[in-house]
């Protein structure tokens, strides 16, 4: 068959309405579930006497320059010391790391020794050195749950308390992610990132806490049920994103991931453009890894348990653009739909189907539009005021979160070339030694402890 212009203009104009059309399921999604971070943030747990016990291991890789105040601050936790243990997981430094936790006086697992076969790259390896050097037949004996923290990471003093009571109070959940806060943000980029936590954090993590679905594992600040992960293997994972990949892994089995909006991490963010890119290109990389190796089983419970919920949500995490991808597909459908009717207008020859296909793609990429505004005025403006003492400066902070978009456009796009590409771990250089703010005291009257942190 014979593909005129006016044919190949048309199919152009399908495919591009399809891929709007999922722009706009993507978006309205996420806009009704953002519908439920609205509101005080209330404890559904008791707090109670301590009684979970705790393995918290810290990945470190040449981290000299912030390991120091991170053992100063996670020796301010309050909780019954012999319910937990914290170990520096010195991962092959060639720096003062592991001289430090000799003069910290800190537990410390040195993986340059190799005693034990180094099982996959990059952090997730450290960390199973660990377990293996602990004692991987043991572990369950020992600890009820394994929290993960990185070199950098500063955590509020009553994290364990929190973490206990509502462990115990939800049926000792497969694992718990802490909310995500951040040590800097002086420059546009930092700040974006900071902006981009606050905004997931209450209007996807919280959100999706309050309904009942699986919350999504951070990287950092996050707890694990020792007797699962151990079931599974420990820490052998396959990808450069280990917390997604666990996060997935736990919903297949129908585990619970939860949120917890009361007790934070406070993590260092880039403020170097090169350095950032470098790491988000990895987290692209192994999101799409993960994307593109769960698609198929995912799918194949899906049908066989009739709709799970559960991995419908998950679908639209794995395979979600950016939001800067999307919002750039909405710009680009409103011009060539415009245009498209603009210059067709007088032409009788021209197919109507065409020209319904260009309405149909401006009415669909207006409503985008829309839907982004709501999320990055109406929803930002909440997650600042709401959860931090930060005041709300419109204009700076609308940048920082545009310019932490849509260079993650071009890393995400990187990401997807490389996907099978998981042999590589990139380490992303840390120098922050204390956190410039404080959480806010607003979000729960009912706080005991905070974590105050002497500025450099």
């Known amino acids: 068959m014979e593909l005129t212009g006016s044919k190949v203009v048309t199919i152009l104009l399908s495919l591009f309405l399809l891929l709007t059309l999922f722009v706009n399921i993507n978006s309205i999604y996420y806009v009704i579930l953002s519908f439920f971070g609205f509101g005080k943030a209330k404890r559904d747990y008791e707090l109670v006497e301590d009684k979970t016990r705790f393995l918290i291991l810290v990945a470190a890789h040449n981290e000299e320059m912030v390991l120091s105040s991170t053992i100063d601050n996670l020796k301010q936790i309050r909780y019954r010391q012999d319910l937990y243990d914290i170990y ?28 034990f076969p180094r099982e996959g790259v990059g952090k997730p390896a450290g960390l199973q050195y660990a377990l293996r050097y602990i004692g991987f037949d043991e572990l369950t004996k020992r600890y009820d749950c394994l929290m993960v923290l990185d070199a950098d990471n500063h955590v509020d003093s009553n994290v364990l308390q929190e973490l206990n ?28 990132y900071a902006m981009s936590y606050y905004l997931t954090n209450r209007f996807f993590q919280f959100a999706k806490y309050r309904v009942g679905l699986p919350n999504a594992i951070g990287g950092t600040g996050f707890i694990v049920k020792l007797s699962y992960l151990m079931k599974h293997g420990g820490f052998r994972f396959h990808s450069l994103t280990e917390d997604l990949e666990l996060e997935i892994e736990i919903v297949k089995d129908n585990g619970r991931v939860l949120w917890n909006h009361f007790v934070r991490v406070y993590d260092e963010k880039p403020d170097n453009f090169k350095v950032s890119i470098k790491q988000r290109t990895r987290w692209s990389q192994g999101h799409w890894y993960v994307a593109f190796t769960n698609f ?28 800067a991808l999307q919002m750039t597909i909405t710009l680009t459908g409103i011009f060539f739909a415009t245009m498209y009717i603009l210059v067709t207008k ?47 400066l419109f204009l700076r902070m609308s940048f920082s979160i545009f310019y932490y978009a849509y260079t993650f456009m071009y890393a995400q796009i990187v990401g997807l070339i490389k996907w099978k590409q998981q042999h590589t771990w990139v380490k992303t250089e840390h120098t922050k030694t204390s956190v410039n703010h404080r959480q806010n005291p607003r979000i729960s009257k009912s706080y005991t402890f905070f974590t105050f942190i002497k500025r450099d």
């Open 88 to 115: 520096v997981v010195n991962d092959n430094s060639v720096d003062r790391t592991g001289d430090i936790c000799v003069e910290k006086g800190i537990k410390c697992i040195n993986t340059s020794e190799q005693l």
């Open 346 to 392: 007088s032409y009788q020859e021209i197919p109507d189907l065409g020209k319904q296909l260009a309405t149909a793609i401006f009415g669909s990429t207006i409503l985008s539009m829309m839907l982004f505004t709501y999320q990055f005025l109406v929803c930002m403006y909440y997650a600042v005021r709401v959860d931090t003492t930060r005041k709300y």
């Open 165 to 192: 009571s509502q462990y115990i109070a939800k049926n000792e959940p497969e694992a718990i992610q802490i909310y995500l806060d951040s040590k800097n943000f002086t420059t546009n980029l930092s700040l974006g």
């Open 296 to 323: 198929k089983p995912m799918m194949k419970k899906l049908i066989t348990e009739k709709g799970n919920i559960n991995i419908i949500d998950q679908l639209f995490y794995l395979f979600g653009m950016t939001r």
